[in-house]
Nanobody, 124 residues
Framework: QVQVVESGGGLVQAGGSLRLSCTASSLTFDGTMGWFRQAPGQEREAVSC????????LYADSVKGRFTISRGNAKNTLYLQMTSLTPEDTAMYYCAVKNPFSGWSCDVGEYTYWGQGTQVTVSS
């Protein structure tokens, strides 16, 4: 059974940093992975995605220059380094793995395997 597990969330003051981690187990492929977030009353949105080989990335405009996505050496491991955090970054952050049957995408609907999320709260 596929399991996607995130960690690293927490409470941080504005201007601070956090590093999120994710591991997806029991997958037979090394897939495109992404970080998504959802604030209360808001739709889930893409934060950043990275291809299976790490050579292609995409960032939401709101996090460009502040967040960095990367893959670990182990298959289907993922990180998100977040710096210069603002209260607007407060949300539940989800890690997800894209289905391997279509091309590159950072569209929420293209991602098949999801974790339970890790809460990031930024205080002002």
């Amino acid at each position: 059974q596929v399991q996607v597990v995130e960690s690293g969330g927490g409470l941080v003051q504005a201007g601070g940093s956090l590093r999120l981690s994710c591991t997806a187990s029991s997958l037979t492929f090394d897939g495109t992975m992404g970080w998504f977030r959802q604030a209360p009353g808001q739709e889930r949105e893409a934060v950043s995605c990275i291809s299976s080989g790490g050579g292609r990335t995409l960032y939401a405009d709101s996090v460009k220059g502040r967040f960095t996505i990367s893959r670990g050496n182990a298959k289907n491991t993922l990180y998100l380094q977040m710096t210069s955090l603002t209260p607007e970054d407060t949300a539940m952050y989800y890690c997800a793995v894209k289905n391997p049957f279509s091309g590159w995408s950072c569209d929420v609907g293209e991602y098949t395997y999801w974790g339970q999320g890790t809460q990031v709260t930024v205080s002002s």
